[in-house]
């Protein structure tokens, strides 16, 4: 018999293994929305460029050295989808005034309003989910989410 407050081995083993599973089902997810939202953006783009696109559009502006940090990707990986998404017309860049050998680069107007759209899309369907929990399911999964991001 276990004692007051004690946890089985064997629920926390199938508790665990059940997250696991969910966090991979949900990883899974995200990558083909990000399949999904590039191909919406524009149909050659690749879910690597889209990344790098949703953050310059969400920060204003970025430059090449600034992206390979918060990506972790190599400089010539940046540089291949900075040049496509350029490419694409969903780029522009113009060169750094306070550091010539840096180019700025925004999201042209067209992108950031295809970007909004799937953005407002995906959030009407999030919200649905959401609207299905009760604030303190909400707080939980907050609280779940951002202990995870610590691991």
């Not at 690597?48 to 949703?54: P, V």
């Not at 998404?85 to 950031?112: F, H």
């Amino acid at each position: 018999m276990l004692a007051p407050g004690a946890v089985d081995s064997a629920d926390a083993d199938s508790a665990l293994g059940d997250l696991q599973a969910h966090l991979n089902l949900i990883f899974a997810r995200t990558r083909s929305l990000w399949k999904e939202s590039a191909a919406r953006v524009h149909p050659e783009l690749q879910v690597a460029g889209y990344k790098l696109l949703t953050f310059i559009a969400r920060a204003g502006t970025a430059n090449a050295h600034e992206l390979a940090e918060r990506f972790e990707m190599d400089k010539s990986v940046i540089s291949r989808q900075v040049r496509m998404l350029e490419e694409l017309e969903l780029l522009e860049s113009w060169p750094d005034e306070r550091d010539g050998r840096l180019r700025v680069l925004s999201a042209t107007p067209s992108a950031c309003a295809v970007l909004a759209e799937v953005r407002r899309e995906y959030g009407t369907r999030l919200q649905a989910v959401i609207d299905e929990l009760t604030p303190e399911e909400i707080q939980a999964a907050s609280k779940a989410f951002r202990l995870l991001a610590e691991v």
